[in-house]
């Protein structure tokens, strides 16, 4: 008894310490409790890491560029979703390919030189057709590029699966920007899980206080 108060009893020890002398503690009724209590520590081990490091390592190969909405659909998507993407609507020559926000040109001439097929995909296309096209684009890639993934809230998410049903429908190969938005799209559903555990983790640490008090208890009672 004596050796056990000399060392600090953290919380995963008194309850492996309870489990690995079970014939000593036939009278404790709780070991069912202890054993839940143990399970949920290795639970909230596995889980505890955040998901923006465990899932940004696997989409760091994928860099978004590109541009925004015409003027004249501006109001339109404002009044639709509440969460501001850019207020700059003027617009310059892209490759000759059509008017885009000026705002997106570095991030247009970028994705490009990556991706040639995007401009491609638009040859066979009117002048103002391919500046939609790419403006749909570029608003994408900006929202992925500025949004924190803490800011991924309701709104937010609405707002990029809006702006991502919209750049699908000008036929450009998006299988490598796909990733991201799903990733983006699914934070708001990570940062519950987050807050679950979290809120199953204040849990655990009160049972934990009660816990210690019947475990003193349960040692008393087992040495005199």
Not at 74 to 98: M, N, P, R, T
Not at 119 to 140: D, I, M, P
Not at 153 to 158: F, G, I, L, M, S
Request: glycine share 4%; with cysteine.
């Amino acid at each position: 008894m004596e050796e056990i108060s000399k060392h600090t009893i953290h919380e995963q020890d008194i309850v492996e310490m309870i489990l690995s002398i079970g014939k000593k503690f036939e009278r404790i009724v709780l070991r069912g409790a202890y054993e839940d209590i143990l399970a949920l520590f290795k639970k909230l081990k596995k889980k505890e890491q955040s998901p923006q490091h465990y899932y940004q390592e696997q989409y760091d190969q994928y860099q978004p560029s590109a541009p925004p909405i015409p003027p004249d659909s501006a109001e339109l998507f404002d009044y639709y979703c509440s969460f501001e993407v850019h207020d700059c609507y003027e617009q310059v020559d892209f490759e000759g390919k059509g008017l885009v926000d000026n705002v997106y040109v570095p991030l247009l001439e970028k994705v490009c030189n990556i991706h040639p097929s995007l401009l491609e995909c638009q040859r066979k296309r009117t002048y103002k057709y391919s500046g939609w096209a790419f403006n749909a684009l570029g608003r994408v890639s900006h929202f992925l590029e500025t949004t924190k993934l803490e800011e991924m809230n309701v709104d937010a998410c609405e707002c990029l699966q809006m702006l991502w049903d919209e750049v699908q429908v000008f036929g450009f190969e998006l299988s490598w920007l796909a990733p991201q938005v799903e990733f983006a799209l699914n934070m708001e559903k990570f940062m519950r899980e987050v807050e679950k555990l979290e809120e199953e983790k204040k849990t655990i640490f009160m049972r934990i206080q009660e816990l210690r008090m019947k475990f003193k208890e349960e040692l008393y009672f087992l040495y005199i």
